[in-house]
């Protein structure tokens, strides 16, 4: 073992700097706010970080519905679906029905965790790829989504609930909090309950979780309901933000959903979460997205930029956090 | 777990079981008494690992029953295993990698707080115990991605002495260690079973079955050969009967012609970027040079540096006398005719789900594709047939799955694979590593051919019988340097003192 030892000494010292790749996201962060401070004299004002703030506190809640299924190595193509379905129960149970705010949160949660159950039980009990399985229910729940409200918004919402997605204090979105909070949440499931415990040792070694005794259906199952619960939760503060809830909800949110969780350091093998990097990361796509307005790009060409920068950004962190590391492509 | 008497603690009577097209057990038993060190030997697909798996509740079987302390049992799932007081210890690493080191120790029943919250202060503490027993540095709090092989093994024996069981099952747990771990392993294990565990070592090294145990059950072609023989009394030669069917036969094997002049591969104070430093040696056509040292001691490393498969940061590297630059596995194989037979077969070597045909002709297809990058299915054929044959490949078919053949074969086809290739300098990374007796045999008979007619061959290996019965010069590899070359005389106790001596 001292042979081990003095021959990875150098290797380990290298990885441990590494190990915290929120480092490098941090500073990319900050070598751009610095230009849009410089380039732009409104980026800096409430108003436009209050935009800003808002786009990340959905975007941190896509990109968590998506890690916690990208923890146990699968795949969820049916957030943004979800998300929408949710949008729609929630302002539906409002509009349609009268009935109170509060209710329509927990119709729209329940939708929400129901979706997320019928993609696990599918994957757990079939052994079908996620892949396929959540491209397949995504169709699923939009086509539910569409023939429920024949493709029109629910308008008459609780003003409440509208005036919840414009409130700020100063620049900072109240929407934040819930964000903030259901992160911590999060965190503590993930890094302290048995459960949660459990899902990632299902990520991180599947035969192994199984042979520990671990029940690896029933943990698979569990991680898609709470990507279903994040992806809900995400739709209905969008829903909010509109002031409507609107049916095509969550149909522009896939790329957000992978580059959030990728450029915050989730392994797409599974068996990590990255909290701190979901945020760093969702910022770093907001500051882009908002930049491209400030800078005055033609709108038509928004998607074509942001795509190119979301690539740039996770070549970007896959090198700030590979490049300790030798090249190896043999074990 | 101090049962009294020496009643039988586990029981599998009469253990039948089948998979489509092969009976794995045929009224197999098994009995392990408390306090005895027991032994299961048998050649690869003689059944042990579907026994195994049945005992620890991996696969249900079809007939024949599990007695747990007399009383019999069912296991649904490795779990009720667990919970009946059996332990394992898997031959595949089986640490969850983003844990940490307690947390993988306990995790089969991670102590709570208010049933939800995971008791961190209470694993890092139990664990810490369970590492002071086995006498191991190893922080707690270590991530278990950070280990290393010999620490991963270590603390995989822990997770399961941390479960107190009443029955600890070993698959091959010295295969990656070293022998002095192995020492201190063995010390652990015979505590054990003095304290009154049932412990069940599945091994191919025989050696640790007479040190070891006291009784031994042997399989064959899924059947009882030999059941809870007492080892005291036993001959190695009669075990191996047991095991193959016949007597072993270790035969001699012939001289070779002298080697040439102009050395093959010349490595001249490489350094890599992981970890090996200034190292040095040669190999010439018709030679086999050995290339002994510890899991870990950089051997592997300076393989992948040769092959181009990782950074060199100094020195240089000569072909034929020619220096070479090998900038990639590729050129490696295309401009230099060198071919690495990788210790890890399913992780490096072979494309499992394609069958043998694919696996023998992927180095090839760039020799063999015509215009437009078209490579005929009867050139393919042709080739692979040829040394398939050549090295007596066990297979229905070349269109059998190299995932579906045991694991000797695997080890042939990926031979074969640069065979077809022409490699002239063939490096083998512990070949007969998990491999049966007469495999073995085999291998070395191979290996010792090739040399014959004329390849130059590197041989790394930690078994010192291989390296003393193989090899014609040895290097000595500790901690990312050689530390020594030695002309083996081929007279094994002398070689492998020397070679420890070295390694001091």
Known sequence: MNQEATLGRGRRTLSRLTEYS???????????????????????????????????????????????????????????????????????????????????????????????????????????????????TASVFLGLNLGLTSAQPFYDLDPGFTAFGQARLAFFPLMGFITITTMIGLAVFFYRTLVGRQILAVGGNVSAAETAG????????????????????????WASQLGAAQPMIGQSWLLISFAVPIIGGVALTGGSVRIIGLFLAALIIALINNSLVHLGVDPLYVELLLGLLILGTVWASHVATKSGTPQRTLR | MTEQGAEMTLEATAISKAFPGVQALDGVSLSLKSGEIHALVGENGAGKSTLIKIITGLYPQDAGTLRMLGEEVEFHDPRGSIEAGIGMVPQERSLIPEFSVGENILIERMPLRGSVFVDYDTINREAAHWLEVMELDIPVTRHASRLSAAEMQLVEIVRALALESRVLLLD?????????????????????????????????????????????????????????????????????????????????????????????????????????????????????????????????????????????????????????????????????RIGYVSEDRKGDGLFLAKDIIFNVSVPLWRRLAGRLGWVSDATERAIATRHVE???????????????????????????????????????????????????????ELIWELAESGKAVLLISSDMPEMVRLADRIFVMKAGRIVAEIENSRIYDEISEEIMKDLA
């Open chain 1, 22 to 136: 929120w480092a490098g996201l941090a500073a990319i962060l900050l070598v751009l706010v610095v230009i849009m401070s410089v380039v732009s004299d409104s980026f800096l004002s409430d108003f436009n970080l209050f935009v800003i703030f808002r786009s990340v506190a959905t975007a941190v809640l896509i990109g968590a519905a998506q890690m916690t299924v990208l923890s146990i190595g699968q795949m969820n193509l049916s957030v943004g679906a979800i998300g929408g379905l949710v949008a729609i129960t929630t302002g539906g149970i409002m509009d349609a029905f009268g009935l109170p705010v509060w209710l329509s949160i927990v119709g729209g949660l329940a939708a929400g965790a129901a979706c997320g159950a019928f993609n696990g039980i599918i994957v757990a009990k079939t052994g079908i790829n996620s892949f396929i399985v959540t491209i397949a």
């Open chain 1, 214 to 237: 671990i029940p690896v259906g029933r943990r698979i199952i569990w991680a898609h309901v709470i990507s279903g619960l994040l992806a809900g939760a995400a739709g209905m503060l």
């Open chain 2, 172 to 336: 091959e747990p010295t295969a990656s260690i070293t022998p002095h771990e192995a020492a201190h392993l063995f010390e652990i294990l015979r505590s054990l079973r003095d304290r009154g565990v049932a412990l069940l070592l599945v091994t191919h090294k025989l050696e640790e079955v007479f040190e070891l145990c006291d009784r031994v059950t042997v399989l064959r072609d899924g059947k009882n050969v030999a059941s809870a023989e007492p080892l005291e009394g036993l001959t190695r030669d009669q075990l191996v009967t047991w095991m193959i069917g016949r007597s072993s036969q270790d035969t001699d094997l012939p001289a070779r012609p002298a080697r040439s002049e102009q050395a093959a591969l010349e490595v001249r104070d490489i350094d890599t970027i992981d970890g090996v430093e200034g190292a040095s040696l040669d190999v010439f056509p018709g030679e086999i040079v050995g290339f002994y040292g510890l899991v870990g001691a950089g051997r592997t490393e300076l393989a992948h540096a040769i092959i181009g498969a990782s950074e060199i940061t100094g020195g240089s590297i000569l072909v034929n006398g020619q220096e070479a630059r090998i900038g990639s596995v590729a050129e490696a194989l295309g401009r230099y």
């Open chain 2, 390 to 444: 050549e090295l007596d490949v066990r297979t229905p078919s070349l269109d059998q799955l190299v995932g579906n053949l045991s694991g000797g074969n695997q080890q042939k086809v990926s031979i074969a694979k640069w065979l077809a290739a022409e490699a002239d300098i063939l490096i083998f990374d512990e070949p007969t590593i998990g491999i049966d007796i007469k495999t073995k045999e085999a291998l070395h």
